[in-house]
């Protein structure tokens, strides 16, 4: 069973710059996506970024390219999302997944958000 915590949320204002960690317990056979969702309030899951552990593959949503960066610490077992230049719209509670078919890394901005295990999620605030 693969568990998820998450951590590193908070607030900040618009500018600025937030870490999340996502701690990975337990695994699947093989290779394994790990991703961030971002869901507003009110609003659906939205893929931000994925990584694949067969050699670190990433993909990004439009609005995560050039701002946030997924990296994956194989001796922690983390994976984390590097958030710069945040915006207000960037606000709400950020979710980590893991899954153990590659097509959920390559489509993960596309819904729907079908992964096989979820974390609780972290709140960001992003003031204006």
């Known amino acids: 069973q693969v568990k998820l915590v998450e951590s590193g949320g908070g607030s900040v204002q618009a500018g600025g710059t937030l870490s999340l960690s996502c701690t990975i317990s337990?695994?699947?056979?093989?290779?394994?996506?790990v991703a961030w969702f971002h869901q507003a309030l009110g609003k659906d899951r939205e893929g931000v970024a994925g990584i694949w552990s067969g050699g670190g593959l990433t993909f990004y949503s439009d609005s995560a390219k050039g701002r946030f960066t997924i990296v994956r610490d194989n001796d922690k077992n983390t994976v984390s999302l590097q958030m710069n230049d945040l915006k207000p719209e960037d606000t709400g509670m950020y979710y980590c997944a893991a899954d153990p078919r590659l097509q959920r890394c390559v489509t993960v901005a596309d819904p729907p958000a079908d992964f096989g295990a979820w974390g609780q999620g972290t709140q960001v605030t992003v003031s204006s």
């Open positions: 337990g695994s699947w056979s093989g290779h394994t996506c």
